[in-house]
């Protein structure tokens, strides 16, 4: 059941980022993500108290409740210090340095949470998905020129901050039904994206925001919302070194979506990268 939950919220994923495109042609990317978070809470408030678990939030023990405000609150950092990054260094250079979070997270989780079967295995796996990930990557000319090296400095706090997430919530979630701890790590996230919205002076942007890229930012939320949900009953349920991987192959329907709404295509580099992230993935779930 986990490893199904895992690819349906690589699957919700991956539609979250065709709506979230629909959603932000001419709404601020800040001011879209924290409305969208808003939605997510909402969603996952109900599936809270559609599940029956809402009474048990009083049963939260202390150590439980502090790692999911700490992996709400590394989900935010690592927004911000990404968002950062990309406004002070190249997209080509920021980004593939960002998307190491994934192997980061096997890694974090074969060390921190002992999950040392089939070792080699992951490791390989690992080695391949990473090597994919950066042949995806599409090199685009930055109108903006590299200011200093801090760029680096933002780009790998993002990347290690995506990797504690999974790490965080797994400890967080072990004892605590897994809608009910979506929900509240959820609320984290949910002020870290207003923080930013206030902070940066954007709240203005809310009242030009277009009707119809406002339905697409709540769809974009709903999916994320389910994506989340699934996610986490898998990583509480799972193998943290294994959903992770999986929940990646979102890039899958991704392409899918694109493809079909957008007409976009990949390169043959591009599709080479796919095939090797995808098979690193297989390999990880059908060996280890």
């Not at 405000?69 to 002070?88: D, H, P, Q, R, V």
């Not at 190491?100 to 997270?105: D, H």
């Not at 965080?168 to 996230?189: H, Y």
Request: hydrophobic share 55%.
């Amino acid at each position: 059941m986990w490893l199904a939950a895992a690819i349906l919220s690589a699957l919700f994923a991956g539609l979250t980022s065709i709506l979230a495109k629909c959603g932000i042609k001419k709404t601020d990317s800040d001011v879209a993500t924290a409305l969208r978070t808003v939605v997510v809470l909402l969603f996952s408030w109900i599936m809270v108290f559609l599940v029956g678990s809402a009474g048990t939030i009083t049963e939260i023990d202390g150590r439980s409740l502090l790692f999911l405000i700490l992996s709400g609150i590394a989900t935010g950092a690592s927004w911000i210090c990404y968002f950062k990054a990309l406004s002070m260094g190249e997209i080509n250079k920021v980004v593939p340095i960002d998307k190491s979070s994934t192997a980061l997270s096997v890694l974090l989780a074969i060390v921190l949470l002992g999950e040392t079967e089939h070792l080699w295995i992951k490791l390989l796996s690992t080695a391949i998905l990473t090597a994919g990930t950066f042949l995806m990557i599409e090199k685009k000319q930055s109108e903006r020129g590299e200011r200093n090296r801090t760029w680096m400095v933002y780009a790998v706090l993002s990347a290690v901050f995506a990797a504690l997430t999974s790490i965080l919530a797994k400890i967080g979630i072990t004892n605590v039904e897994s809608n009910l701890g979506t929900a509240i790590r959820t609320g984290v996230v949910l002020v870290m994206a207003w923080l930013i919205v206030f902070l940066r002076g954007k709240q203005g942007e809310l009242q030009k925001i277009d009707r119809r890229e406002l339905l697409f930012i709540a769809l974009s939320g709903i999916a994320t919302g389910a994506s989340w949900l699934c996610y986490y009953y898998a990583i509480q349920n799972g193998v943290v070194s294994i959903v992770v991987p999986v929940d990646k192959l979102s890039i899958l329907a991704t392409v899918a979506f694109s493809y079909f709404v957008f007409g976009e295509k990949l390169s043959k580099k591009a599709l080479l990268g796919l095939a090797l992230v995808t098979a690193g993935t297989l390999i990880m779930v059908f060996c280890a």
